[in-house]
């Protein structure tokens, strides 16, 4: 017994001992923590971007202010954009000196709002200096900056002075690391129109010559304003630090004192013994309470050092907070006590036994079942009450709930002594109820005449109708209904085109071979050598014809299928393409066309086939041959973007584009529907599949007559298909003297 009180006593002293050390600590934190932040406000204004956004946009302001000064004028922030020469050219272009008026005013109240909150600052001073007239701006008027270093860091804190020199060169110095790279004023207003703006004028930096600008923040702070914010956060972060670190210390402690205090027979002792008696549901308030406000301690103990070392509180109110602070600690002793307490009783006698001695288990547990219980009954009896088959006629379920209706009703008017307003309530409520369930049943059978509809096949029929409660429905009726329409003229288009290659295939397959049956027959009939040999010509020309399209149809059947087998080298694409250029020169010159070739590089090297890259870009120069306006030129170009290597050819079609380009990589499919030309039809679609067989992006691009194919392929997709170090296949170039090969230039052939 005298063991259990000394240890009470313990206890006792204990948590005295720690409240002290806690007074002891707090007051006397500010002078720790004097040097825990930055080392000084210097440092704190050179690091921060926010200081840096200021100064910046309080120069903008500056510079406009001192170009009025020196000028006599009165430009606003879009003045500073937009010179007079290019509202001359805008005034040209057919633009109103009114619309003019009205961007500008737009883009001015737009950079006003944008640079208010810097403008407010009363402890930022500014000076603009115009080097040549000695013009002088300052705000506010009354500073004192100076333009010599060593004024200015006698009398400021933080200093900046940019210099634009005679050729508009910037020169930036200052106290505190302060650089050329973060001053850039006029890189804010092109910044904040090119992301923020709305405006369709071109907007220009303005070039500034013989100009100083001086920022200043002063020893002493004349207002309270966002820089005194700024320093208060950064003195409260560098205290909430200390605070943190002391807290540590103090929860430690009492950690150890919680472990030392509940060893042994606890419940034998008073606090035991009372612990026993608290609801379980008050301690786990507490213990929770307590833990969630280790935290928050911190933010607080950080709060009341700043106060009690700034000394912006009095004595009675810093007593207060400490007091508050010591009570809080207090509290999260005793819930940190309450926690070790039951775990280790849960520990040493067993979780079950522990839980079955709690106070209020048994109480809790039935009140829980209680209200699972009552509340599972009202679900049940409000889901039967409410729930309607608008297939049945629902007069049963009503008239039930007409009687408890009366029921809660009668009751309610016993109470008031008015038992007849309850029955005229109820009938007046049936018929209510009633005329909104007739409603209801109509709207569900128009809804249901709808989908009937839409069941049987009329899917052109729009739905009209009001569907009442099942409105929200009407859009997806409306989305099924599109659906349908789109899945089966999808469905038609994909018939069409199976019956027009059919028809296609049939027709270019038959050209030649009723050529060659022809000619045949005139062989045999022809006793001239010269005819026959002449015929014999006219025969294996149209059998290479038929062997190329027959050729063709297999190769874009294998590119479609996927059914491809790439043999993957290093592939130089400037190499290949003039080697296909050259190898079709005869064919360009004989259709009057002028290839004009520009290249990012002299070399650009891809894992590729060769052959099927050959073939793409054979196909594409003889698509253009082909079907180009004569006498027109052709642009081929080749860049390398990044990841990605581009290559386009724009030209100009021969007969007028009212099509959709992206039939025309569809097999058997011309550019012009006489089918005059010569081709089978195959060429883009071919090319189409052999550049997507290697994970290339091919697109069609038609702007009127102009026509523009794009091939894309990707490097880091291009590794994929590499099965092994590949080596780099060099294209012998023959002498060609009609291509000219330089970097960055135009070729002609």
């Known amino acids: 017994m005298n063991k259990s009180k000394f240890s009470e006593k313990l206890l006792a002293g204990f948590l005295v001992l720690i409240c002290f050390l806690s007074l002891i600590l707090v007051p006397s934190a500010g002078s720790i923590s004097e040097n825990a932040g930055p080392e000084t406000h210097r440092e704190l204004f050179g690091q921060s971007r926010t200081v840096r956004a200021w100064v910046n946009d309080y120069a903008v302001t500056m510079i406009r202010d001192l170009i009025n000064e020196v000028n006599h004028t009165d430009l606003g922030y879009a003045d500073l954009l937009i010179s007079a020469d290019q509202q001359q050219r805008l005034l040209e272009d057919g633009w109103t000196q009114s619309e003019i008026n009205e961007q500008k005013s737009q883009l001015d109240w737009s950079l006003q709002q944008e640079f208010k909150n810097s ?27 100076a333009q010599t270093d060593s004024e200015l860091s006698k009398n400021y804190q933080f200093w900046i002075r940019a210099e634009y020199d005679s050729y ?25 129109v090119q992301y923020y703006g709305d405006f369709s004028l071109e907007l220009h930096e303005p070039v500034l010559k013989d100009i100083t600008l001086i920022f200043g923040i002063p020893n002493v702070l004349e207002s309270d304003d966002a820089i005194t914010s700024l320093i208060h956060n950064a003195e409260y972060y560098s205290y909430r630090q200390l605070a943190s670190r002391i807290n540590m210390v103090l929860y430690f402690i009492l950690f150890l004192g919680a472990l030392y205090f509940t060893r042994g027979k ?55 907070q400490i ?25 040493r006698d067993g979780w079950h036994q522990t839980w079955s001695k709690m106070a209020t288990i048994t109480l809790w547990r039935r009140l829980w079942h209680g209200v699972r219980h009552g509340w599972s009954t009202l679900k049940q009896w409000t889901k039967e009450c409410f729930t309607v088959d608008f297939s049945e006629k629902a007069h049963s379920r009503l008239i039930r709930l007409m009687v408890v209706n009366v029921a809660l009703i009668s009751v309610l008017c016993l109470l008031l002594d008015d038992f007849f307003a309850a029955v005229i309530y109820t009938v007046f409520l049936y018929f209510i109820i009633m005329r909104a369930l007739k409603r209801l049943r109509s709207d569900y059978e128009t809804l249901l005449g709808c989908t009937r509809r839409m069941a049987r096949g009329d899917l052109e029929t729009e739905v009209h109708e009001d569907l009442g409660i099942f409105e929200p429905l009407h859009s997806e009726l409306d989305d099924i209904r599109y659906g349908f329409n789109t899945a089966i003229a999808e469905e038609t288009k994909s018939q069409k085109m199976k019956t027009e290659l059919i028809s296609n295939v049939s027709h270019d397959l038959k050209t030649p071979l009723t050529s060659l049956i022809s000619y045949i027959d005139l062989m045999k009939q022809e006793p001239d050598e010269a005819k026959r040999q002449e015929y014999l010509a006219v025969l294996e020309r149209n059998s290479m014809r038929l062997k190329h399209l027959i050729e063709d149809l297999f190769e874009v059947s294998k590119a479609n299928s996927g059914d491809l087998k790439l043999n993957v080298v290093d592939v130089d694409l400037v190499s290949l393409i003039s080697q296909t250029l050259f190898e079709l020169a005869p064919a360009i010159e004989k259709a009057g066309l002028t290839i004009k070739t520009s290249y990012s590089h002299d070399k650009i090297v891809l894992p590729l086939d060769s052959q099927k890259t050959y073939r793409i870009v054979e196909n594409l120069v003889s698509n253009v041959t082909k079907y180009s306006l004569r006498g027109s030129r052709v642009y081929l170009t080749l860049i390398e973007r990044g990841e990605e290597v581009v290559l386009s050819i724009r030209n100009i079609s021969q007969t007028e584009i009212d099509f959709d380009p992206n039939d025309l990589v569809e097999r058997f499919v011309r550019g012009d529907k006489s089918r005059n030309s010569e081709g089978s039809g195959l060429g883009l679609a071919i090319a189409k599949g052999f550049a997507e067989s290697q994970h290339a992006h091919f697109t069609i691009q038609t702007d009127g007559d102009f026509f523009k194919v794009i091939v894309i392929f990707n490097r880091r997709a291009l590794e994929d298909l590499k099965p092994k170090p590949a080596e780099t296949v060099k294209l012998d170039m023959p002498q060609a003297p009609l291509i000219d090969i330089s970097k960055n230039d135009e070729n002609k052939i």
């Open 168 to 192: 508009g060169v910037l020169s930036v110095t200052s106290n505190s690391g302060y650089g050329y790279s973060d001053f850039y004023p006029l890189s804010v207003l092109a910044d904040y």
């Open 323 to 347: 007091l508050g602070y010591e009570f809080t600690f207090l509290l999260e002793c005793f819930g940190l006590y309450c926690a070790i307490y039951w775990i280790r009783a849960a520990l």
């Open 266 to 320: 606890m419940r034998d002792t008073r606090l035991g013994k009372l612990l026993d008696r608290i609801p379980l549901e008050a301690q786990i308030l507490i213990s929770v309470v307590a833990l969630a406000m280790m935290e928050e301690m911190s933010y607080n103990l950080g709060g009341i050092m700043l106060d009690l070392y700034s000394q912006s509180v009095d004595d009675i109110n810093g007593v207060f």
């Open 119 to 145: 403008l407010q600052l009363g402890n930022l001073h500014a000076l603009a200096i115009d080097n040549a007239t000695k013009t002088t701006v300052r705000r506010p008027k009354t500073n004192t900056l």
